[in-house]
T-cell receptor, first 113, second 114 residues
């Protein structure tokens, strides 16, 4: 039972355009959401996060939007650059004493020059 | 300097063998984790340790035993390896157990069981 779902395994975007990566979750207890970026042969690296008390968080070219009623979040990258080509993982954690991340299966983003 | 390092990077072994993967972090963090990335690419938490104490132990076979000799190290020992253990294993660390702490990941260890 996958509590965090990334339904698009891959996405291709032209350089300079917007990349939109989507993520859905099912667990109402999740209150903190993160995006990680992963290059081949490397571990995931933290990109951006959002708390459930917000609906938007922006950091440079990266913006995460959270729609709690739809249990949906998205990552917008604008403008997209070839160096953004990587696998993007959505992750979520919930209320409770243990800091446990539940990850999606990732979306491979390819930014074409 | 690598913040979270794992050795070895690749591990190929026969079924039934016992193997260990080592993890070290030089970030001064109190909490460390082991994740398994399966064939479907999901990253799943296996264990977490806070100040050398086991905090999270997901449904993982007893053949997997984490060992934390100190706060900077969390090693993973696997007994009687099975084909289904083939995966990429990631170590991670965070400052503590706070819900907003960023987790820093190692480069992963690709385990192949033949």
């Amino acid at each position: 039972d996958q509590q965090v779902k990334q339904n698009s395994p891959s996405l291709s975007v032209q350089e300079g355009r917007i990349s939109i990566l989507n993520c859905d979750y099912t667990n109402s207890m999740f209150d903190y959401f993160l995006w990680y970026k992963k290059y081949p042969a490397e571990g995931p690296t933290f990109l951006i996060s959002i708390s459930s008390i917000k609906d938007k968080n922006e950091d440079g070219r990266f913006t995460v939007f959270l729609n709690k009623s739809a249990k949906h979040l998205s990552l917008h990258i604008v403008p997209s650059q070839p160096g953004d080509s990587a696998v993007y993982f959505c992750a979520a954690s919930g209320r409770g004493s243990a800091r446990q991340l539940t990850f999606g299966s990732g979306t491979q983003l390819t930014v074409l020059p | 300097d690598t913040a979270v390092s794992q050795t070895p990077k690749y591990l190929v072994t026969q079924m039934g063998n016992d193997k260990s993967i080592k993890c070290e972090q030089n970030l001064g963090h109190d909490t460390m984790y082991w994740y398994k990335q399966d064939s479907k690419k999901f990253l799943k938490i296996m264990f977490s340790y806070n100040n050398k104490e086991l905090i999270i132990n997901e449904t993982v076979p007893n053949r997997f035993s984490p060992k934390s000799p100190d706060k900077a190290h969390l090693n993973l020992h696997i007994n009687s390896l099975e084909l289904g253990d083939s995966a990429v294993y990631f170590c991670a660390s965070s400052q503590d157990m706070s819900s907003t702490d960023t987790q820093y990941f190692g480069p992963g260890t690709r385990l192949t069981v033949l």
